[in-house]
């Protein structure tokens, strides 16, 4: 079993800045890619940005394209979103998945998620 913590967020003003970290342990083979969701109150879950493990290669949805940046240490099996310019409609908890591609891909369990709100 799978276990994805996610940290970093926090009360930010608009046009702020926030770095938020997952980190994935438990029993698992390999991570073929890492995205990024995240679900603002009375809303469903919606993906953000992806990665692929294995080069780096990155996807991002339009709403935070050029602000937000995905990245990755492997050899602590976490990923980490980088969120420039942070706007108020940003508001919502944040969360990582394992997937076997980098498009939204959910393989496992959700984990508690990390709470990002902007103020204006």
């Known amino acids: 079993q799978v276990q994805l913590v996610e940290s970093g967020g926090g009360l930010v003003q608009a046009g702020g800045s926030l770095r938020l970290s997952c980190a994935a342990s438990?029993?698992?083979?390999?991570?073929?890619?890492m995205n990024w969701f995240r679900q603002a109150p009375g809303k469903a879950r919606e993906f953000v940005a992806g990665?692929?493990?294995?080069?780096?290669?990155?996807y991002y949805t339009e709403p935070v394209k050029g602000r937000f940046t995905i990245s990755r240490d492997n050899a602590k099996n976490t990923v980490y979103l980088q969120m420039n310019s942070l706007k108020p409609e940003d508001t919502a908890v944040y969360y990582c998945?394992?997937?076997?591609?980098?498009?939204?891909?959910?393989?496992?369990?959700w984990g508690q998620g990390t709470l990002v709100t902007v103020s204006s």
């Open positions: 438990g029993r698992f083979f390999s991570i073929s890619a």
């Open positions: 998945n394992r997937g076997r591609n980098y498009f939204g891909d959910a393989l496992d369990a």
């Open positions: 990665l692929r493990w294995t080069d780096g290669s990155s």
